[in-house]
């Protein structure tokens, strides 16, 4: 079953301070992982794509990891700021013909003054 | 350029009732596609329009929804009728082409709740 896990599920911070959050996944045939930023009512906004042969993409303060061999993926986000405070959700792409997306439940990051 | 639009943005409607939401992608983008929220769950896949064609319907729950996409601009879900499972969020998003890089651009969501 295709399936992908993120963790931990939330996470508090203090501004200023570094975090790694971690996504595996369990999809075959495997296109690109994706990681998206949503804010509280928000739709989720793309930070990120790498596909099988890319281990590592960054977007400013914002830099992605991908070990396909293990399957997992980590998002590391550094000198946080308040505006950090969203859901990071991982989404694996199938390498089917409509690439479907299959999104992990997302971890809830609040970053606090 | 103007982002994914849905509407409305919120539904409180009652059990056995009817509900429309609607979509509007980005335009020119041939691809639009459906997703729902569950309390507590992942977002999931519903269905995925390219232009006015279904081009993958397998994650639509039950025939209780009914997606259309005439013309191949904006789209309509309706639900009828509506059940206390079907309530969450449900999000639209397009893309310009059906290729593993395209980036899908998502809408803010319709909060749908079934009393």
């Known amino acids: 079953k295709n399936q992908v896990e993120q963790s931990p599920q939330s996470l508090i911070i203090l501004e200023g301070k570094n975090c790694t959050l971690q996504?595996?996944?369990?999809?075959?045939?495997?296109?690109?992982l994706r990681w998206y930023k949503q804010d509280t009512g928000r739709g989720p906004v793309s930070l990120t794509i790498?596909?099988?042969?890319?281990n590592t993409k960054s977007n400013g303060r914002y830099t992605a990891t991908l070990d396909a061999d293990t399957k997992q993926s980590s998002l590391h986000i550094t000198a946080s700021q308040l505006s950090d405070s969203a859901s990071y959700i991982c989404?694996?792409?199938?390498?089917?013909?409509?690439?479907?997306?299959?999104f992990g439940t997302g971890t809830r990051l609040k970053v606090l003054a | 350029e103007a982002g994914v639009t849905q509407f409305p943005s919120h539904s409180v409607i009652e059990k056995g009732q009817t509900v429309t939401l609607r979509c509007d992608p980005i335009?020119?983008?041939?691809?639009l596609y459906w997703y729902r929220r569950v309390m507590g769950k992942e977002i999931k896949f519903l269905l995925h329009?390219?232009?006015?064609?279904?081009?993958?319907e397998s994650g639509m729950p039950n025939n209780r929804f009914l997606a259309e996409r005439t013309g191949g601009t904006y789209s309509t879900l309706k639900v009828q009728p509506a059940e206390l499972e079907d309530s969450g969020v449900y999000f639209c998003?397009?893309?310009?082409?059906?290729?593993?890089?395209?980036?899908?651009?998502f809408g803010p969501g319709t909060r749908l709740l079934v009393l």
């Open positions: 989404v694996v792409s199938e390498a089917s013909g409509t690439y479907k997306y299959i």
């Open positions: 335009s020119g983008h041939d691809n």
């Open positions: 998003a397009s893309s310009p082409r059906t290729s593993g890089r395209e980036t899908q651009y």
């Open positions: 790498m596909t099988f042969s890319e």
């Open positions: 329009f390219v232009k006015e064609s279904k081009q993958d």
């Open positions: 996504c595996n996944y369990t999809v075959s045939p495997f296109s690109n």
